[in-house]
């Protein structure tokens, strides 16, 4: 059974950075970072391969957000630098139990997290 627990959101500035944690116990392929802001679907953000060589990443974070992951430490996480206020969301840590590719479709993880809040705001 694959347990996610996310961890790290907090209020920030614009251009700040943040770095959130999932720990993800017996999560050993494909996983990814969701959010969702108010209002708002559910987003897909980043997405890591099983081995963690291979990533994808949303658009609106590409070149600002890392995504890796510590299969020793059995934890995923998301760097996020300069920070903007678009990027205030819940953010959702998921593995797949079927697949160890990247992929930013929601339906192809088996597992979430109950989220993290990251407000960015001045």
């Known amino acids: 059974q694959v347990h996610l627990v996310e961890s790290g959101g907090r209020l920030v500035h614009p251009g700040d950075s943040l770095k959130l944690s999932c720990a993800a116990a017996n999560a050993k392929l494909a996983m990814a970072w969701f959010r969702q802001a108010p209002g708002k679907e559910r987003e897909f953000v980043a997405s890591?391969?099983?081995?963690?060589?291979?990533?994808e990443y949303a658009d609106s974070v590409k070149g600002r957000f890392t995504i890796s992951r510590d299969h020793a430490e059995s934890t995923l996480f998301l760097q996020m630098d300069s920070l903007k206020s678009d990027d205030t969301a819940r953010y959702f840590c998921?593995?797949?139990?079927?697949?160890?590719?990247?992929?930013?479709?929601?339906?192809?993880?088996?597992?979430w997290g109950q989220g993290t809040q990251v407000t960015v705001s001045s």
């Open positions: 890591i391969s099983r081995s963690g060589q291979s990533t």
């Open positions: 998921a593995a797949s139990a079927r697949y160890g590719l990247t992929t930013s479709r929601a339906d192809y993880y088996d597992y």
